[in-house]
């Protein structure tokens, strides 16, 4: 697990930072440095779900500045392609919900959908899917409703349903904002009903801002304790706190904020999206936290993950003498208990004994259709990190006050 940067790392990423403090301030384009490596920055802008605002940014250089036509070419490339991808997106997500409209699903569209509204432009906040909350009840409907407008059912597990319409748009449908189990549950399992109707839309809702913003700080832990929120989740609780400071009642985020027993860490990731985002130059001390987002890409490091899900499966037995070890823990990840593949393949609830065929269901799928499997790099994920990198993990989330891997 990386846990420092180099002194040309620090310097590469400080003025990623620079370039998208610029781009949401509407500020001067930093001038780039001396020997800068152009693909590098373009790397990780990619990695960190950023691209789109680096690239449009980048490219208001003065003439003297910008870099050579090479990467000047590849800048432009994704400028237009999230740019299209943007009014693709747009017009799609009119089209659900003018559809749950016609058929009176109630709906509250999550996350991206409005986030992108926080930023100059829509494009500049790239998304890979559309969440919407909806009640559960209306599941009948909601499947005819996508299949009427051209969209596959791909899949449901314990609270999503997830719907595709290829090539390029991805719909999960919430049935709860976060799992059953999770401590936030009794407090978010009602927020479609404590929600407001949108102007011009009969069933369509939106939550308060301080419960958006609530929600986005859990929606952002539960990827921070599970692998890692990046740049991008940084970024956003700069612009909708910047965007809607004045507006917030204090008292009541106050209170949430301690039901849900994230004051620590909205306190210390909001400290670091103002000294990173709020100035011409960004205050960066690379320190454990900020390296850890820093390296965390967009949703967060699958070796952490991973690292997390082993650690957790091989110390949940109090007897310590029935603990896995790190191999037992590589053979479940290979062949998943029943309840797991039950999620996605609910005939083993009736019919166990096929077990079996949902492995290989399951891994024909990975390897020969989504063709998402590095059997190499899982393995060393699974096998290679040391008590260092935990100790490591838990000191940064004592940091923004999550007392262990709970």
């Known amino acids: 697990m990386k846990k420092k940067l180099s002194d040309i790392e620090k310097k590469e990423y400080e003025y990623l930072i620079k370039v998208l403090a610029s781009a949401v301030n ?35 250089l003065p003439q003297e500045y910008l870099p050579e036509d090479e990467i000047c070419g590849k800048l432009k490339r994704i400028k237009n392609v999230e740019l299209f991808l943007d009014s693709v ?16 699903i109630k709906n509250l569209p999550l996350k991206g959908y409005f986030m992108k509204r926080e930023y100059p432009r829509s494009d500049f906040r790239s998304i890979s899917d559309f969440d919407i909350l909806f009640d559960k009840k209306q599941i009948d409907v909601v ?33 709860t904002l976060v799992h059953e189990h999770e401590h936030y549950y009794p ?51 700069y612009l909708f706190y910047k965007n809607h400071r004045d507006e917030l009642d204090y008292d009541y985020l106050s209170s949430r904020l301690k039901l849900f027993k994230l ?34 890409a967009t949703l967060g490091r699958v070796s952490t993950g991973v690292m997390v899900g082993s650690y957790k499966s091989i110390n949940d037995s109090k007897n310590s003498s029935k603990r896995k070890s790190k191999f037992s823990y590589l053979i479940s990840s290979i062949f998943p208990k029943k309840s797991l593949m039950a999620i996605e393949h609910p005939y083993l609830n009736r019919f166990p004994f096929l077990l079996p065929v949902s492995w290989f269901s399951m891994w024909f799928r990975r390897l020969f259709i989504k063709k998402n499997v590095h059997i190499k790099q899982g393995i060393k994920n699974r096998l290679s990190y040391t008590d260092e990198d935990v100790k490591y993990f838990k000191g940064v989330l004592n940091e923004v006050g999550f007392k262990d891997l709970d």
């Open 263 to 296: 004051e620590q860490f909205d306190v210390r990731v909001r400290e670091i999206a103002f000294n990173w985002f709020s100035g011409v130059t960004p205050k960066m001390t690379f320190d454990d936290l900020e390296i850890y987002i820093l390296l965390s």
């Open 26 to 60: 509407n500020t001067d384009v930093p001038l780039p440095y001396e020997n800068i490596n152009w693909n590098h920055l373009i790397y990780y802008a990619r990695v960190c779900g950023v691209n789109a605002l680096f690239a449009n940014t980048v490219l208001k």
């Open 89 to 104: 997106l747009n017009s799609e997500i009119e089209n659900i919900l003018k559809a749950f409209d016609k058929y009176k």
């Open 187 to 237: 407090y978010l399992s009602e927020q479609l009903d404590h929600s407001s109707k949108r102007e011009k839309y009969e069933f369509s809702y939106e939550m308060s801002i301080e419960d958006y913003y609530i929600y986005m700080l859990v929606h952002n832990s539960t990827h921070f304790r599970m692998g890692g929120m990046g740049i991008r989740m940084t970024l956003d609780t």
């Open 143 to 175: 499947k005819k409703v996508f299949d009427e407008i051209g969209y596959d059912f791909l899949h449901n597990d314990d609270n999503q349903y997830h719907f595709q319409k290829k090539p390029y748009v991805y719909i999960e449908m919430h049935s």
